[in-house]
T-cell receptor, first 112, second 118 residues
Framework: QKEVEQNSGPLSVPEGAIASLNCTYS??????FFWYRQYSGKSPELIMS????GDKEDGRFTAQLNKASQYVSLLIRDSQPSDSATYLC????????????FGQGTELSVKP | EAGVAQSPRYKIIEKRQSVAFWCNPI?????LYWYQQILGQGPKLLIQ????????DSQLPKDRFSAERLKGVDSTLKIQPAKLEDSAVYLC????????????????FGPGTRLTVL
């Protein structure tokens, strides 16, 4: 089992719809969870961080964390073509210092 | 606030040659990371520094890769000799602290160096 798993996609949604990106992780003691957006040919850009169970909202983005199910998700409301990118889930595992374990990323395509 | 700086942005070398990458973290960030990202994969940590000390280099191929962070600010990553499989993007990131359930451990990435080994 991979430490952090994401569906590779591509996930295609129409403009204005809600995009839902999912991530599961293997270490129950993980304490920090991050979503990065990566445009083609660019470096990862931090868009959300979440540390406790529940929802965290920032503009059109909502991160959801369920530690019991070892599941973290990212919802993008009112999706725009400019949201088309690869979304990387990253987890800071227990006793790993600052090391982030990344999933392989989910490619999102928002169609006008 | 200036972000993480890296150079060069692109490098093409032949196998068995050597190459070096440079990183300057966000001012005040004590922790610096080097990641390798192969096309189609998520970044993989190569080495983590806390100030000028190594915290984690468990996935650094030490027979060919080396890194240093003198004076606890700038860092260089070197590959000698390079192999074809080293073709990747090398990303530098920095954070205020190393870990914990706090925003201070958020990692910010530089633009990366795209290495092609022929």
């Amino acid at each position: 089992q991979k430490e952090v798993e994401q569906n590779s996609g591509p996930l295609s949604v129409p403009e204005g719809a809600i995009a839902s990106l999912n991530c599961t992780y293997s270490d129950r003691g993980s304490q920090s969870f991050f979503w990065y957006r990566q445009y083609s040919g660019k470096s990862p850009e931090l868009i959300m961080s979440i540390y406790s169970n529940g929802d965290k909202e920032d503009g059109r983005f909502t991160a959801q964390l369920n530690k019991a199910s070892q599941y973290v998700s990212l919802l993008i409301r009112d999706s725009q073509p400019s949201d088309s990118a690869t979304y990387l889930c990253a987890v800071n595992l227990r006793n790993q210092g600052g090391k982030l374990i990344f999933g392989q990323g989910t490619e999102l395509s928002v169609k006008p | 606030e200036a972000g993480v700086a890296q150079s060069p942005r692109y490098k093409i070398i032949e196998k068995r040659q050597s190459v070096a990458f440079w990183c300057n973290p966000i001012s005040g960030h004590a922790t610096l990371y080097w990641y390798q990202q192969i096309l189609g994969q998520g970044p993989k940590l190569l080495i983590q520094f806390q100030n000028n000390g190594v915290v984690d280099d468990s996935q650094l191929p030490k027979d060919r890769f080396s890194a240093e962070r003198l004076k606890g600010v700038d860092s260089t990553l070197k590959i000698q000799p390079a192999k074809l499989e080293d073709s990747a993007v090398y990303l530098c990131a920095s954070s205020l602290v190393a870990s914990g359930a706090t925003s201070y451990n958020e990692q910010f990435f530089g633009p990366g160096t795209r290495l092609t080994v022929l």
